[in-house]
């Protein structure tokens, strides 16, 4: 069993930044993928974000390249989004997700990611 909370939410004008934060706790942290995943309203969650279990590789949405960083504390126990020049279109609700199931390949798909969070809900005006 994983536990997942996210904060660090909340508006910024375009252009700005905020810093996303996802504390786990359960399992063996250093053991599992995490990523991060956005929805929203009226469209289906996507995906942002992952990063193995090392913090050594990383995966991005080709819509947030170049803007958003994925990165990890293992001894903190925290998976951290840092977004930069943020544009209204990033206006969503924001979920951590953790895949248990791969030693390797870093999942983009919703269904592979077992546990998740709450979300916080970050919006960028105009």
């Known amino acids: 069993q994983v536990q997942l909370v996210e904060s660090g939410g909340g508006l910024v004008q375009a252009g700005g930044s905020l810093r996303l934060s996802c504390a786990a706790s359960?399992?063996?942290?250093?053991?599992?993928?995490m990523g991060w995943f956005r929805q929203a309203p009226g469209k289906e969650r996507e995906f942002v974000a992952a990063?193995?279990?090392?913090?050594?590789?990383?995966e991005y949405a080709d819509s947030v390249k170049g803007r958003f960083t994925i990165s990890r504390d293992n001894a903190k126990t925290t998976v951290y989004l840092q977004m930069n020049n943020l544009k209204p279109e990033d206006t969503a609700h924001y979920y951590c997700?953790?895949?248990?199931?791969?030693?390797?390949?870093?999942?983009?798909?919703?269904?592979?990611?077992?546990?998740w969070g709450q979300g916080t809900q970050v919006t960028v005006s105009s």
């Open positions: 990063i193995n279990w090392s913090g050594g590789r990383t």
């Open positions: 997700a953790a895949d248990l199931g791969r030693s390797w390949f870093l999942s983009q798909t919703i269904n592979d990611y077992e546990y």
């Open positions: 359960g399992r063996s942290f250093n053991s599992y993928h």
